[in-house]
């Protein structure tokens, strides 16, 4: 076939003169010599040979001319695809024909196609360091659906040819639609706007269309304060939503240290234009300056930041927040922290909100009072911190009748008799100028020669720290020429003005035990959540053990989970006998809590909540002598169905199941009338009076208690004639509607759970829960309380009854417990009932670990002060292990991506040193760096961490400590 094409090399001109060139040759010659050789021709004389200057300039070119062009293309009117030979591979990726600033890319090329790179490009990011490595580069696609009414059907009919030999032109046609795949061979490449296969579709790029959402989205904040500056909520969303802005096109959602601080100055603009627009509103100036005082924190230098502290409260001195936040700033700054400065501060903001028009609140007066004597706590002064609060306890709840003046209360205090809480004491108005005052502590160790300086050191000044715990007085043999140990009228009468005449005595009493860091009273106060939630209140971590089989019960698992100090939850009396009542933190003798709580119970003018919380603290420390008190209680006040409902309780929590059913229905019985359930704590006692048999498995005894409301059960003859079931319904329907009519809340959620038990006892578990969600869609109708306590009261009752039934039931299906708790955790993220239940029925699967999923997206908000959730993903990352799929590294990145305000609690950084042994000073620095007044915390480089900082480092820190002004018992000379 080839030889029959004419080959132009066969052709031989007769031997004559050459002729002239034609003038399309000649224009090419012209069009490949450059501009330097057409310069050169001039300058020289012409060549007397012209063909052999032809043949030379041939030769250096890099190219010629082919005049004899491809017979492939007279034959098929094309290239022949099959006869283009690939190019070849040599030195080091570079092609023949191009420049030598072009090479094959190794990695991008294959067998049907070649990708050509620049030589000198900068050189590729490595897959697993890539930031945009887990970014697809590819569309997703989409089947096409066909039409029902689609008429074409013989579109997929393959003719199959008869003939044994196919005609030229067939074969043409079978080549160029079998042509599936292009490569470098080919001609014709893909059309990028179309898939590979037919029967697919582009989908919509989701990041492109998530980021233009965002971009709009911002157009529309940034529309909406221009046109209403005055709306505050619109400034705030358009702050809030400059951290999307800067993920775009971000593979990861963690901002880097140096994005936060660009994130921070864009909001600090966006405040500051906001305050400019704003208008005269003072609660909407408030708002902003509060947002920019916080993000100021990250971008601006610390001196920066206290002028604009001075003058933003120079213009709003009655701000209890901005006094709030300026404190945790002062607090928290290392390079100018001295203590008594601090405490100045705290004395000046009391005064200022005092002076305003509004005055101040006895919640936020003891919120301040609670911050300053925390304060001196942990600084060492640990005397006068116990001193403040023994005397207002003496001043305002126990004090004398007639006189009553602050010189009385100063003749009382210099006598040294014995204070509320030491033994023998009696209270202001019982004591008496004979009273002999309590024995002094014993005496403390000499220094041992033998011993390091700083070795010496660390044990004089931990014994110290202990003995010398409760305030002195002057008849006390130890540590007399100590002048923070002895504490005079003077040194507490400062602190007695925070607190005003008509502030309720459980306020008092409250405030005390936050300050012991004891479970909260169960009753719900607006400032309860605020104090318990503040981070500087919060002073120790109780880590617990992780070897916990995971094939143990549910209620074990559940228990593992929620075994840990830093709770979040409602409190309510059920609960308070549920808690540890530890006193490591604040390290008072239980004795002394005790002897504190029996002084202020036994007054009859106190509420019945303070011998009930005396109950609750003794079962834990006093398990014997908690009868005792409950008689003694009980015959004080023999009417008290609360007090016979706590009594009961430690009977439960005792063991004593037998003993609380009688106590349950006796106080039950004693109630006259057909309502009964409608006497105060009537249904309190008639709830636990159920769930004491629900907790022994004894579902039919719990069944008919549940229709008995006044203790007794019903005969035989009853049970088998007289429907039952009905009426109890209709009586717990009707107290609910009545106590939502009246808001109270408290008894709702009582007898919806009461409600719920019938239905499950009756009917099973789906009626069981039309209760729970009728009484949700209630709160969700009101506003106010869709996010309220009582709400959340409620997700806690429903979540105890989803625990019983996991326990009880034969079959549990997990995704009945998961679907009713994750939109609670939506709304209460850091309420560990519900974290632990929930991370209790997840446990059995592991590969889709839902958790840390609900953890990431739930709680760790930036503006949540509560760390109650933060410690429960720590808590948690810890109790999986690194067989179930968590390490070490995932603990430290729990802790390294908490991002609170101030991190003023000293306990997470306790745990951090705890669990980073290969990393203690960097922890403790960091540590330090936000806790400078915290003595307890430095001393961790001498006791648990001795054997890590060296001498130079010890005599450092020791001089850091002088100079916060932190109280030192042992002085050294370094």
Not at 156 to 166: A, G, M, Y
Not at 667 to 674: E, I, K, N, P, Y
Not at 862 to 882: C, M, N, Q, V
Not at 938 to 959: H, I, P, W
Request: proline residues 6%.
């Amino acid at each position: 076939m080839a030889s029959n094409v004419p080959k132009f090399a066969s052709f031989r001109p007769k031997p004559k003169a050459a002729p002239e060139p034609s003038k399309e040759g000649q224009q090419r010659e012209k069009v490949g010599r450059s501009s330097k050789e057409k310069a050169s021709s001039r300058r020289t004389s012409p060549s007397p040979d012209k063909s052999t200057r032809e043949q030379e300039s041939n030769k250096n070119r890099p190219y010629f001319s082919d005049r004899r062009g491809d017979p492939d293309v007279l034959r098929y009117g094309t290239m022949n695809r099959y006869d283009i030979p690939p190019y070849r591979r040599f030195g080091h990726g570079f092609i023949l024909g191009l420049p030598k600033n072009q090479k094959i890319d190794r990695a991008e090329s294959t067998d049907r196609k070649i990708v050509v790179t620049p030589a000198t490009r900068r050189r590729q990011e490595r897959l697993l360091t890539d930031k945009r490595a887990n970014k697809s580069s590819g569309r997703a696609l989409r089947l096409v659906k066909t039409g029902q009414d689609d008429r074409n059907l013989d579109q997929d009919f393959v003719l199959f040819s008869t003939n044994i030999k196919r005609k030229r032109d067939d074969s043409e046609n079978e080549d160029e639609e079998v042509e599936a795949e292009a490569d470098y061979r080919g001609i014709d490449g893909p059309k990028s706007n179309e898939p590979v296969d037919p029967d697919t579709q582009y989908e919509s790029d989701p990041e492109v269309v998530v980021d233009t959402e965002v971009i709009r989205e911002n157009s529309q904040l940034a529309r909406h304060t221009k046109e209403t500056p005055e709306d505050v909520q619109g400034w705030l969303a358009l702050v809030k939503h400059q951290e999307a802005m800067l993920k775009l096109e971000r593979p990861s959602t963690q901002l880097t240290v140096s994005d936060k601080a660009h994130l921070a100055d864009i909001r600090i603009s966006t405040y500051e234009e906001a305050l400019k627009r704003i208008g005269p509103d003072e609660k909407s100036q408030l708002k902003l300056y509060q947002g920019l005082l916080k993000e100021a924190e990250r971008a601006w230098d610390g001196a920066k930041l206290a002028r604009k502290w001075k003058d933003v409260l120079a213009k709003h001195p009655q701000s209890m927040d901005l006094w709030m936040l300026y404190l945790d700033f002062v607090q928290s700054r290392f390079t100018s922290f001295k203590y008594e400065e601090c405490r100045a501060i705290f004395f000046k903001g009391v005064e200022s909100l005092r002076a305003t028009k509004t005055g101040i609140s006895p919640e936020q007066s003891l919120h301040l009072l609670l911050r300053l004597t925390s304060m001196a706590h942990d600084a060492g002064y640990q005397e006068v911190g116990l001193a403040v609060w023994q005397a207002l306890f003496e001043h305002h709840l126990l004090r004398a009748e007639t006189g009553s003046d602050l010189k009385a209360f100063e003749e009382f205090w210099e006598s040294e008799v014995p204070r509320i809480g030491e033994p023998e004491a009696k209270g202001w108005k019982h004591s008496s100028t004979d009273d002999a005052p309590p024995r002094g502590p014993p005496s403390l160790r000499d220094r041992e020669a033998a011993d390091a300086v700083f070795e010496d050191f660390r044990k004089r000044e931990v014994e110290a720290t202990s003995v010398l715990r409760y305030p002195g007085r002057t008849s006390d043999d130890v540590a007399e020429d100590d002048a923070f140990h002895t504490i005079f009228f003077s040194d507490v009468e400062p602190y007695l003005t925070f607190v005003t005449p008509e502030t309720p005595a459980t306020l008092i009493i409250e405030a005390f035990l936050c300050f012991c860091g004891l479970p909260p009273l169960p009753h719900r106060i607006p400032q309860q959540r605020t104090w318990w939630s503040d981070p500087f209140l919060q002073r120790h971590w109780h880590s617990t053990s992780s070897d916990i089989d995971d094939s143990m019960e549910f209620i074990k698992s559940i228990k593992r989970f929620s075994n840990y100090s830093a709770k979040s939850f409602q409190m309510t009396t059920e609960l308070l006998f549920e808690q540890s009542f530890s006193l490591d933190g604040i390290r008072l003798d239980a004795d002394f809590i005790r002897r504190l709580l029996k002084l202020l119970a036994s007054d009859p003018v106190s509420e019945d909540i303070i011998g009930e919380y005396l109950l609750a603290f003794e079962s834990k420390h006093f398990p014997s002598e908690a009868f005792k008190t409950a008689k003694r209680l009980l015959k004080a006040r023999p009417s008290s169905l609360r007090l016979y409902n706590a009594y009961g309780l430690v009977e439960s929590r005792l063991g004593n199941s037998a003993k609380a059913d009688q106590v349950f229905s006796m106080a039950l019985s004693m109630q006259q009338g057909d309502n009964v359930l409608s006497t105060p704590w009537s249904l309190e006692l008639f709830n636990n009076w159920v769930w004491e048999a629900l907790r022994r498995g004894e579902h039919e005894e719990a069944l008919w208690r549940l229709v008995s409301p006044k203790g007794n059960l019903p005969s035989e003859e009853f049970r088998n004639s007289c429907p039952w079931a009905e009426p109890a319904h209709r009586t717990l329907s009707q107290i609910t509607e009545h106590a939502l009519l009246n808001h109270d809340y408290p008894t709702a959620i009582i007898c919806t759970s009461l409600n719920s038990l019938l239905n499950y006892l009756t009917n099973g578990l789906s009626p069981a829960l039309y209760p729970y969600a009728h009484l949700s869609d209630y709160f969700g109708s009101h506003r106010h309380l869709h996010t309220s306590p009582f709400e959340e009261l409620r997700a806690q009752s429903l979540s105890a009854f989803l625990t019983h039934h996991a326990i009880h039931a034969p079959i549990v299906k997990p995704a009945l417990i998961r679907t009713s708790l994750e939109p609670l955790i939506d709304v209460f993220p850091a309420n560990t009932i519900l974290l632990s239940l929930y991370a209790a029925n997840e446990v059995r699967f592991a590969i889709d670990d839902r958790v840390r999923r609900v953890l990431d997206q739930s709680f760790l908000q930036p503006d949540e002060r509560s760390i109650a959730g933060w410690a429960f993903a720590i808590h948690y990352e810890t109790l999986k292990g690194e067989m179930a799929g968590s390490t070490s590294h995932s603990q430290q990145q729990r802790h390294a991506n908490k991002k609170p305000r101030r991190d003023g609690k000293k306990s997470k950084w306790e745990m951090r040193i705890e669990e980073a042994e290969q990393r203690v000073k960097e922890t403790f620095y960091a540590g330090l760096r936000n806790l400078p007044w915290c003595k307890e915390f430095v001393m961790f480089a001498f006791t648990d961490a001795g054997d890590v900082f060296g001498e130079e480092e010890k005599g450092s820190l020791y001089r850091v400590m002088q100079e916060k002004e932190l109280r030192l018992y042992v002085e050294l000379d370094v």
